[in-house]
T-cell receptor
Framework: RKEVEQDPGPFNVPEGATVAFNCTYSNSASQSFFWYRQDCRKEPKLLMSVYSSGNEDGRFTAQLNRASQYISLLIRDSKLSDSATYLCVVHRSGSARQLTFGSGTQLTVLP | EAGVAQSPRYKIIEKRQSVAFWCNPISGHATLYWYQQILGQGPKLLIQFQNNGVVDDSQLPKDRFSAERLKGVDSTLKIQPAKLEDSAVYLC?????????????FGEGSRLTVL
C-alpha cells in the first residue's frame, strides 16, 4: 500500500461548482499535513496546511480525520484559475523520509 | 527575495551518457532537497541535505546517482550513466526550518529526457 494515496482524477467541473478531494495516508505516526498545488509544467507550491480542527482560506477548506487517516480539500465556487493538480503531502518528524507526496489529483474547471 | 534557481531547465541525452543539474537554494535556507517527478506522479525524494550533511538518501539510486552540497549552499545532482527510466523533472527545493514541518520552496525544475 502506498504511504499517501489520492484519487488521480481527472475531475472536470463547471465554473462555480464545489469539488472535494480526498487523500488517505497509511502511517498513523504522521504528524503534519499539507496541500500543494502544481500547475501544468510548473513547480509545486504550498496551498495550505491542514490542521486537526480544520481550516479555511477563502474558498478553500482543508480537514483532517486522524481516526480514519484521511485529509480532504474542498474548493467552493470553482474558478478557471483553480485548474491544476493538487498534491497531498504528509510529514512524519523523526522519520528518515520526512515528507511524502501523493501522486496528485488533477482538476480542470470548465467555462 | 530570489527563489530557488536551477539549471539547466531542459536536457536531452542518450542512455548511458551522464548529466549534471545545479541548484542554488533561497539564501539562508539550511535544508535542501532533490526530488524526482516522473510524469503523472508526485515528487519523490532523492536526497535531503541539512547544511552540507546528508539527512536522507535512502531513495537515491547510488549506483548511478550522486549529489553533493560541499559548502552548504548550492548543490549538484549527477546521473551517470543515465537510463531511459530516468526521464523526469528533477526538482530542487529548500526550506528555512531545521527538521522541517512546513513549506518547501521549489525551483522550476530541470526536465531530463533520456533517449
Amino acid at each position: 500500500r502506498k504511504e499517501v494515496e489520492q484519487d488521480p482524477g481527472p475531475f472536470n467541473v463547471p465554473e462555480g461548482a464545489t469539488v472535494a478531494f480526498n487523500c488517505t495516508y497509511s502511517n498513523s505516526a504522521s504528524q503534519s499535513f499539507f496541500w500543494y498545488r502544481q500547475d501544468c509544467r510548473k513547480e509545486p507550491k504550498l496551498l495550505m496546511s491542514v490542521y486537526s480542527s480544520g481550516n479555511e482560506d477563502g474558498r478553500f477548506t482543508a480537514q483532517l480525520n486522524r481516526a480514519s487517516q484521511y485529509i480532504s480539500l474542498l474548493i467552493r465556487d470553482s474558478k478557471l484559475s483553480d485548474s491544476a493538480t493538487y498534491l497531498c503531502v504528509v510529514h512524519r518528524s523523526g522519520s528518515a523520509r520526512q515528507l511524502t507526496f501523493g501522486s496528485g489529483t488533477q482538476l480542470t474547471v470548465l467555462p | 527575495e530570489a527563489g530557488v534557481a536551477q539549471s539547466p531547465r531542459y536536457k536531452i541525452i542518450e542512455k548511458r551518457q551522464s548529466v549534471a543539474f545545479w541548484c542554488n537554494p533561497i539564501s539562508g535556507h539550511a535544508t535542501l532537497y532533490w526530488y524526482q517527478q516522473i510524469l503523472g506522479q508526485g515528487p519523490k525524494l532523492l536526497i535531503q541535505f541539512q547544511n552540507n550533511g546528508v539527512v536522507d538518501d535512502s531513495q537515491l539510486p547510488k549506483d548511478r546517482f550522486s549529489a553533493e552540497r560541499l559548502k552548504g549552499v548550492d548543490s549538484t545532482l549527477k546521473i551517470q550513466p543515465a537510463k531511459l527510466e530516468d526521464s523526469a523533472v528533477y526538482l530542487c527545493a529548500s526550506s528555512p526550518r531545521v527538521g522541517l514541518a512546513g513549506e518547501l520552496f521549489f525551483g522550476e525544475g530541470s526536465r531530463l529526457t533520456v533517449l
